[in-house]
């Protein structure tokens, strides 16, 4: 054999070429990129040490969520690298999260920073309740994920153990660098103060089939919520992108399809155009955007939706293939003559 048993199989750090509709995933990969931390009183710069952890809203740790590494089994916390005498450390340490969905909601990631001695029995052995602390909370209030880019989070000084950190009394306050330019913080714990001149950066991948960035397909997929919306989400669907889609192709379908049940006179013919934008067009489902070449669509990806389809019922089926007063401009937008009678 060319390999030994054990091995560790290393998922892609993002989605396949191809995802199947069955495919299902919720991975998020954070990567501690590096902060400024202030030297303070000592003579010396420090030795800094971040934590990672996964806490709820009512400040429990989440237990065994961390890989730091594939073929490594789940802990509750992860700690950096200490860089000897470094104010400014570069981490660069990536580590996944696998995080339930159920959870996924009431959760946030806290960073904690202490300066490690390298003399345990020295001068900083009594320094247990001065460190500094960042978080981020991974859902935003419109119910989307956090975006998958670089984010500089506000850090935190704590010198008082009258914070603790179970009270998770710190959720109330701001956590993006940009949401504090020109406001005040009025509303911080007992014993926490804003460190303005230290900073941390932090970068976060989601890899999830559940769990959207995208506003306008989260609209479509909870339409129930806001039936007054939408035709709107329906318009918005149409310029989805096809990577965005295909993550969640299933779902989708299944909700124009019961869009098209209860509201075929009022909203059946932004289904149609909405299911045939995202079959094959601009928008067309694909992981990548190379997949999408002018008005074609990779048959794998077609071969995909028509699986979903199979499982409609005839009268479902007929509904789409029935001429639409607006085919011409279907004809248009897909750029070739348009059938109704079946492919």
């Known amino acids: ?94 580590i996944k999260l696998v995080i339930p969905i159920n959870l996924f909601y009431s959760c946030h990631l806290r960073f904690t920073f202490r300066h490690r001695p390298t003399n345990p029995s020295g001068p900083g052995k009594n320094e247990k309740h001065g460190y500094s602390l960042a978080f981020v909370k991974l859902m935003n209030l419109d119910g989307t994920t956090l975006q998958d880019t670089r984010h500089d989070l506000i850090v935190y000084s704590v010198r008082s153990e009258k914070v603790k950190l179970k009270d998770a009394a710190y959720l109330r306050c701001r956590f993006l660098r940009d949401e504090t330019v020109g406001k005040t913080m009025s509303d911080l714990p007992s014993g926490m103060q804003v460190s303005t001149k230290e900073a941390f950066t932090i970068s976060t991948l989601v890899c999830s089939t559940k769990l959207t960035h995208n506003v ?76 999408c070449c002018g008005d074609t669509m990779p048959s794998i990806h077609l071969r995909m939706c028509f699986r979903i389809l199979a499982k409609r019922t005839p009268l479902q089926l007929f509904m789409l293939a029935m001429p639409s007063p607006r085919s011409s401009l279907l004809q248009r937008r897909m750029g070739q003559p348009f059938n109704s009678g079946g492919p």
Request: hydrophobic share 35%.
């Open 1 to 94: 054999h060319l390999f030994q048993e054990n091995v560790a199989v290393v998922r892609k750090l993002g989605f396949p070429e191809v995802i199947m509709p069955d495919e299902s995933r919720n991975d998020l990969y954070i990567t501690l990129e590096g902060g400024d931390f202030q030297q303070g009183s000592k003579t010396s710069e420090k030795n800094i040490e971040s934590t990672l952890e996964v806490v709820s809203e009512d400040g429990e740790i989440m237990r065994h969520c961390m890989c730091p590494g594939e073929g490594e089994g789940f802990v509750d916390q992860y700690k950096s690298l200490i860089l000897y005498h470094n104010n400014s450390p570069k981490w660069n340490e990536t």
């Open 216 to 291: 306008d397909l989260l609209g479509l997929l909870k339409w129930r919520n806001e039936p007054k919306k939408l035709e709107n989400n329906l318009r918005a669907l149409m310029k989805v992108g096809g990577e965005e889609i295909v993550k969640f192709l299933q779902d989708t379908f299944d909700a124009l399809f019961a869009i098209l049940d209860e509201h075929t006179d009022i909203y059946g013919h932004l289904v149609f155009e909405a299911i045939v934008s995202a079959r094959g067009g601009r928008g067309a489902v694909g992981p990548r955007a190379s997949y």
